[in-house]
């Protein structure tokens, strides 16, 4: 089992940035496949960003060149970097991880809210 644990939301003006971590329990080397995910109110769960385990990366539509996503094996830990953001960024974010044997886990979300 592992568990994922995210920090770094909170409230940001437009234009501000954050940057999210999703901290594993266990050594991520062998993880192939993470990714941020986030929900905003009264909608579904979209794809924020992909990242690979040779670092390769897939952006949503609507993130592309203003978030950042990446690891780092050796802290065990992946992040997401938002700049310029705006208020239809506010959101719960969820950090995914696909560990061995093709099993996802989920982070417990932490809430970004972009607000003047």
């Known amino acids: 089992q592992v568990q994922l644990v995210e920090s770094g939301g909170g409230l940001v003006q437009p234009g501000g940035s954050l940057r999210l971590s999703c901290a594993a329990s266990?050594?991520?080397?062998?993880?192939?496949?993470m990714g941020w995910y986030r929900q905003a109110p009264e909608k579904e769960r979209e794809l924020v960003a992909l990242i690979t385990e040779g670092s390769g990366t897939i952006y949503a539509n609507s993130v592309k060149g203003r978030f950042t996503i990446s690891r780092d094996n050796a802290k065990n830990t992946m992040y997401l970097q938002m700049n310029s953001l705006e208020p239809e960024d506010t959101a719960i974010y969820y950090c995914?991880?696909?560990?061995?044997?093709?099993?996802?886990?989920w982070g417990q979300g932490t809430q970004v809210t972009v607000s003047s």
């Open positions: 995914k991880m696909n560990g061995p044997r093709a099993v996802a886990y």
């Open positions: 266990r050594s991520i080397f062998s993880f192939d496949l």
